[in-house]
């Protein structure tokens, strides 16, 4: 079993990855989520920092992401304990990476300023590392704070799952972060994996992805979705 595999059984079984009736943060009705935020236990945060060390490792080997990487940036607040694990499991692995976040308010005592841990340099290449992208709101909010604020520049964006959903226009919203910002987008698995991978298969006796959830997830894809 590949780690795509094994991450999805997780998320499922931590109850991250639920079906049902649900408004994602675009507006759109979905018949699936994922929340990041139902992680709740040492143990799960661990494993999750293992998942994103992957594929992280993964696509540096392939080369869709370049090495040098000065750190991960975790956008507050459901990608700050992301970066932190991802960043403690790669350093697990002999790959001392740093981390920052953001505050969602600036600092106005002490020594102030908007960013915690690490403090991008110009020129520094920086991995956003974020939990879900739908319609890429969330990562356009931190390309000012980044690159243009720290001169910065982002090496890619790594997601727990691509949903392949449509952005603003008629591209993905993957599509349309590289074509408009030069940005990779590399997540652990999309949503075509996590159908192929619980369609009738039971986990721990458990089936996720019936007959009646497939045909729902297919209509929404057929709806939102662009599937090359």
């Known amino acids: 079993m590949d780690y795509k ?32 935020g139902n992680y709740r236990t040492g143990a799960q945060i661990a494993a999750l920092g293992g998942f994103y060390a992957d594929c992280i490792a993964a696509n540096m080997e392939s080369g869709n992401i370049g090495g040098g990487v000065a750190a991960l940036f975790g956008p507050a607040y459901k ?46 290449r920086v991995l956003i590392v974020e939990d879900v992208i739908t319609a890429g709101t969330a990562v356009k909010e931190c390309l000012p704070l980044l690159e243009g604020g720290c001169g910065a520049k982002v090496e890619g964006l790594i997601v727990s799952v691509d949903r392949m959903e449509r952005g603003a226009g008629e591209r993905t919203a993957i599509r349309e972060i590289f074509e408009d910002y030069g940005i990779r987008t590399c997540p652990i698995v999309t949503v ?37």
Not at 16 to 32: D, N, W
Not at 98 to 122: L, Q, S
Not at 210 to 226: A, G, H, L, S
């Open 5 to 36: 595999q094994r991450f999805i059984e997780f998320m499922a079984k931590s109850g991250v990855l639920t079906f049902g009736e649900f408004v994602t943060k675009s507006g759109r009705h979905s018949p699936y989520f994922i929340n990041t």
């Open 79 to 124: 990608g700050i304990p992301l970066a932190v694990s991802a960043a403690a499991a790669l350093a697990g692995r002999g790959m001392d990476i740093n981390y920052c976040f953001n505050r969602k308010e600036a600092k106005d005592h002490g020594e102030g300023g908007g960013m915690v841990g690490y403090k991008p340099c110009a020129g520094d």
């Open 192 to 228: 075509l994996d996590i159908i192929a991978c619980l369609h009738n298969r039971p986990v721990d006796g458990t089936v996720y992805i019936n007959d009646f959830i497939k045909q729902k997830m297919e209509d929404y894809m057929r709806e939102y979705c662009v599937i090359a």
